[in-house]
């Protein structure tokens, strides 16, 4: 299936960025009849034929539309403090997003070592995901939030954090509501301060445990991502 992504798709009729253009025309050697597929990242499937295999702007005519293609049947929301090698955090967005994530933000924490970050490049990272995963629907990616203004707004009975400290005994599991959305915390390196956990708790927010071994903060947030894709598929109703 050769996927494209076309965020403004609305007509019968589209005409493929130049990027996406080159990429159908001289990497993928696509020609005049041949069928594509385009996905808006909001559940639009389109099937497409090629009219004119033009490098610059390549002219397709839309012949079906599914909708809600891929959707998940739960919520699931990463908010974790950004590394400082972006790599790492490029890393964790391209495989969430195979996985199925629906929304992911940047915590800027008081042990943060990364302060600030580009947007536009893990947007880049999460389309790429998206078109290889073959998904209909793109995850939303918020800016760096600082913690404790996203504490204030967040569901304490549908949030969790996942820090160090003795406290964290139970499990994501042990939490667990089927068809409930799901947000989980996870903290820097140096993890979360001694204050930010007790402005968690304060405000509702329970502690997770993500398991004995000591994880990498992009290792973490893949590990609570999975769980929760694992346990949706287990209550999942026959």
């Not at 389309?127 to 209909?136: C, E, L």
């Not at 504490?151 to 042990?174: C, G, N, R, V």
């Not at 927010?205 to 000591?214: D, F, W």
Request: glycine letters at 6%; a negative charge.
């Amino acid at each position: 299936m050769h996927l494209f992504y076309t965020p403004d798709v609305n007509t019968d009729f589209y005409v493929l960025s130049e990027e996406e253009s080159k990429h159908c025309t001289r990497v993928l050697r696509l020609g005049q009849g041949d069928t594509v597929y385009l996905v808006d990242g909001v559940g639009g499937m389109y099937t497409a034929i090629i009219q004119e295999a033009n490098q610059k702007k390549c002219q397709l005519q839309v012949i079906d539309k599914q909708i809600e293609y891929g959707k998940l049947p739960y919520i699931t929301h990463i908010a974790v403090a950004p590394t400082k090698n972006m790599d790492r955090m490029e890393w964790f967005i391209e495989k969430a997003v195979e996985i199925g994530v629906s929304e992911i933000t940047f915590l800027l924490c008081e042990h943060s070592e990364r302060r600030q970050l580009r947007l536009d490049r893990l947007e880049k990272i999460a389309v790429s995901a998206m078109k290889q995963s073959q998904k209909g629907y793109l995850p939303l990616l918020n800016e760096m939030t600082p913690y404790h203004r996203f504490i204030q707004k967040a569901l304490p009975e549908h949030t969790f954090i996942a820090h160090l400290e003795d406290d964290a005994t139970k499990s994501i599991k042990e939490h667990y509501q089927y068809g409930k959305p799901h947000c989980i915390l996870i903290g820097p390196e140096g993890d979360f301060s001694a204050q930010e956990i007790d402005a968690a708790y304060k405000a509702g927010i329970k502690p997770v445990t993500l398991g004995k071994s000591r994880l990498r903060t992009e290792t973490a947030a893949l590990v609570a991502c999975h769980t929760l894709n694992v346990l949706h598929d287990i209550y999942a109703p026959l």
